[in-house]
């Protein structure tokens, strides 16, 4: 059953705190994320800095951060737009498209293959991603023809970023337009993006974070250089936003004919190489679950730059995290993100108000994060019902502690980790002004604290 407006309302309001907090465990420099549903965007946040030096926050509408691999998804669109306007074929050969590749790929390597990452074109050649330039077009040409395989079509999955390199190259070929152009004109302008590129340029370089590569605890943070991606831009150049990205995703629901045609999407979303475990992938979309969603999505890594997104078509929620640093961070965000709204599903029949003591709005005092010796504790709302939420359970929702109203300040924890203080009473102080100071649970106190 869909989940209701309402439903990802809270959901957000649980969400909201937790990217930050996830944030602030794995000590990045500055996040951005949000959420959709529907046509609606319902949450947009951000935490800490596009810039160590300079201290400037990260905003979460204009704040643009490397996609990497993200890019892989327009590629992929752009290529199914020439699909459904019959002037490629999925199984086409790419030596008949790109005719510099006869005597270095096999006449049954297709399109198909090299979208699915089945080709076994070999992944980045010499190209390190790091200060060193990325390769040009010629130079990835000489590189291929001293070696541009390790096996044969559809020998197993084997992700390339060569072979998305080598698809933007034949959209460029068959519309003889850049593929700066297809990204401009077939996806961005469609859409009203506005903080979308292709690769690196003057407009992007205005909105962009830096980005740092990893550190361990008491090491500085080193800043990475701005690189184009050049040859490689149609398997990661892409620059954006969160708003750009969560409006790209509604683009690829059911019923939207923006970008393509219906047929098209399922196929690109449908699980086109079955990997032994999740994700799967699809044409240019990468496919897994989280507890029961279907998602669709990529994730991305540049130098100092991790990145996710993903969409359930059928759910029709779309979702961006995006970081300036190298670390886990932002796929286990999403994954957390989507974790959240199948709890509040789950949990939302059994947390309807069952009490006299308060309504779904009178709750709201009690929201926010407690903290005692460096613990962080959540109170957010489910439906009628305040939950206390351990933030750093990459599951948070799991062990969540059910609390039910016994008098205005107290509560009874009636459903959640037994290996806590189930079944017996959280109390809140209340000062006279009404503000909430504090909650006891057994002998420990949390007070108030702030993100």
């Not at 965007?41 to 800490?48: D, E, H």
């Not at 897994?288 to 969603?293: A, N, P």
């Not at 502690?401 to 980790?417: I, N, W």
Request: a neutral charge.
């Amino acid at each position: 059953m869909p989940f209701t407006t309402r439903q990802v309302a809270d959901a957000a309001t649980i969400i909201d705190p937790l990217m930050r907090l996830n944030a602030i465990y794995a000590r990045l420099p500055g996040m951005a994320f949000g959420l959709s549903h529907g046509d609606e965007t319902v949450l947009l946040g951000a935490y800490g800095v596009a810039d160590l030096e300079t201290g400037h926050p990260v905003d979460p509408t204009t704040t643009a951060f490397r996609c990497a691999s993200i890019t892989k998804t327009f590629t992929a669109t752009i290529v199914m737009q020439l699909v459904d306007g019959g002037r490629l074929r999925l199984d086409d050969a790419v030596i008949a498209r790109l005719p510099w590749t006869r005597g270095i790929f096999q006449r049954d390597l297709t399109v198909r293959h090299l979208l699915i990452h089945a080709g076994s074109v070999i992944r980045d050649g010499s190209n390190a991603w790091s200060e060193v330039p990325m390769p040009d077009r010629s130079t990835l040409h000489a590189e291929l023809r001293g070696g541009a395989t390790f096996g044969e079509p559809s020998e197993r999955f084997r992700y390339s970023n060569i072979a998305y390199a080598l698809l933007g190259e034949i959209a460029e070929t068959v519309t003889r337009r850049s593929f700066e152009s297809l990204v401009k004109g077939n996806v961005a302008k469609r859409l009203g993006l506005t903080s979308t590129w292709s690769d690196l340029n003057a407009a992007a370089r205005r909105q962009l974070a830096s980005g740092y590569l990893a550190s361990r605890p008491g090491e500085a943070r080193n800043k990475t250089p701005h690189l184009q991606a050049r040859a490689i831009a149609p398997a990661g150049g892409l620059v954006s936003t969160v708003p750009d990205l969560l409006e790209y995703q509604r683009a690829h629901m059911p019923g939207d004919p923006r970008l393509l045609s219906e047929v098209s999407k399922r196929e690109m979303q449908r699980p086109q190489w079955q990997r032994n475990e999740e994700p799967h992938y699809g044409l240019g979309w990468m496919t897994w679950h989280v507890d029961g969603i279907s998602l669709a999505g990529h994730s991305g890594g540049f130098p100092g730059f991790i990145t996710k997104i993903g969409f359930s078509p059928t759910e029709r929620l779309a979702a961006a995290v995006l970081t300036n640093a190298n670390s886990p961070a932002a796929a286990a965000a999403l994954q957390t993100l989507y974790h959240v709204i199948a709890g509040v599903g789950r949990k939302w029949s059994d947390a309807a108000a069952t009490t006299k003591w308060h309504t779904r709005g009178s709750l709201a005092p009690f929201y926010g994060l407690y903290r005692l010796d460096g613990s962080d504790l959540l109170v957010s709302r489910i439906n009628g019902s305040i939950f206390l939420i351990d933030p750093e359970d990459p599951a948070p929702l799991s062990s969540a502690v059910q609390l039910e109203p016994k008098s205005k300040g107290r509560f009874l924890m009636v459903d959640g980790d037994d290996f806590g203080f189930l079944g017996e009473v959280a109390s809140f102080h209340i000062e006279r002004s009404g503000k909430v100071a504090s909650v006891r649970i057994g002998a420990h106190v949390f007070h108030r604290g702030d993100l």
